[in-house]
């Protein structure tokens, strides 16, 4: 009977641990709709409604060439302090007054995912 408990228990916490990520997921993807596809495009191309009244292109975040160049941490940074506290685009707001950490880090996550890289580390 102590072996079955604990196999359900294990079963149990499996299916939690992997809904939590299903949803943190989803959450991030949430975030970047509502913050960042004005700019970047629905499907984050560097496309969206605002370029036409843009100086400077936004970023592609389908760019893996381009994505990979950056480290996870330069890219926190661009979300969380704007694009000038990475020598790029002042068009780039600071979030970091907007989103937690944690949501600045799932969007991190979410970009790569986006791009299907890595970042320069």
Known sequence: MK????RVMMVLL?????S???????????????YCWQCHGMTGNG????????????????DAK?????S????FKAIKEGG???SKSVLMPPWGG?????????????LRHLCQCSGNQ
């Open 72 to 75: 996870d941490d330069e890219i």
């Open 14 to 18: 499996t299916c939690f641990l992997s």
């Open 47 to 62: 496309n969206g409604v605002n370029v036409r009244d843009m100086s400077v292109q936004p970023r592609d975040h389908t």
């Open 20 to 34: 939590t990520q299903v949803l943190a997921a989803e959450k991030a993807e949430d975030l970047y709709k509502n």
């Open 3 to 6: 072996v079955m408990l604990s």
């Open 98 to 110: 907007v989103l937690s950490d944690d949501e600045i880090h799932s969007l991190v996550k979410y």
């Open 84 to 86: 000038q506290a990475i």
């Open 66 to 70: 381009e994505m990979s160049a950056r």
